[in-house]
């Protein structure tokens, strides 16, 4: 394990990889969505996807400590705790192929997921369907193979919970307490399926402090009046990660 803690330290898209670290976090901390749309685009570019996706959801982690005791409170918990169940069921198929797949077909996923995603968020799509337990547990599950696969397991529950005819501060909650409990079970699938090496625990854990930091900056910074200027930052840097990730830059 030392060996892979000065492996992170030396790598040289360290210090990129905590600055992205961070603007996600403070992504996540005001919008409560948003952290791996900015950062694995960006991440699978620098580094190899398998590795970005541990090491994020790692550091993804320290929101179970800055942001989800405060979001606990706001959610549907009920709902969070049957989706976050349905997701973990479908993990391991998600971890699977992204233990199979072709790097540069991950990476081209990721892209063409967020860019997708970012889409529909721009044009205000909305599931037709009001959620419910059946439809709940439905999003949840396609969410796992995705989340697991490429590491955005946000898209779909982030359109699914839009459509809820929430406020900005209950949609908030149960998008963020729902992405962080899913970064701490889909950690087991991956060690399971022998894809969490040393260096990625090493690199989440030299990028936890960042982005627990850059949660907390979100969260001070997070008005429920200032829903629209939200969601706009949050689109804005997501569409720059996207373009500067694209695999035709190398």
Known sequence: ??????????????????????????????????AALVFMPIASALIDPVLAIAAFALSALSSLFTLVPCAWGEC?????????????????????????????????AISA??????????RGFRFS???????????????????GATGLLGPIVILFNLSSGDDARRIRANTLVFLTLGSLFVLPQMAAQGVLAPLAIWLGILMLPA???????????????????????????????IVMGLPIFG
């Not at 997921?113 to 721009?122: D, E, H, N, P, S």
């Not at 369907?129 to 989340?147: D, H, L």
Request: hydrophobic fraction near 55%.
């Open 113 to 122: 997921l967020a860019a997708l995603t970012l889409i529909v968020l721009i």
């Open 76 to 108: 549907d918990k009920t709902t969070t705790i049957l989706m976050t169940l349905a997701a973990t069921l479908t993990l391991p198929l998600g971890v699977w192929l992204l233990r199979v797949a072709d790097p540069v077909l991950i990476r081209i």
């Open 1 to 34: 394990m030392s060996e892979g803690f000065a492996v992170a330290l030396a790598l040289p898209q360290l210090a990129p990889l905590l600055i992205l670290t961070f603007l996600s976090g403070m992504v996540y901390g005001f919008a409560g969505f948003g």
């Open 211 to 241: 982005y627990a930091f850059g949660g907390l900056a979100g969260r001070a910074l997070f008005n429920p009046e200032r829903e629209r200027l939200y969601r706009a930052v949050a689109y804005g840097m997501i569409a720059l990660s």
């Open 129 to 147: 369907v009001r959620p419910g337990r059946t439809s709940s547990a439905a999003v949840a599950g396609a969410a796992g193979v995705m989340g």
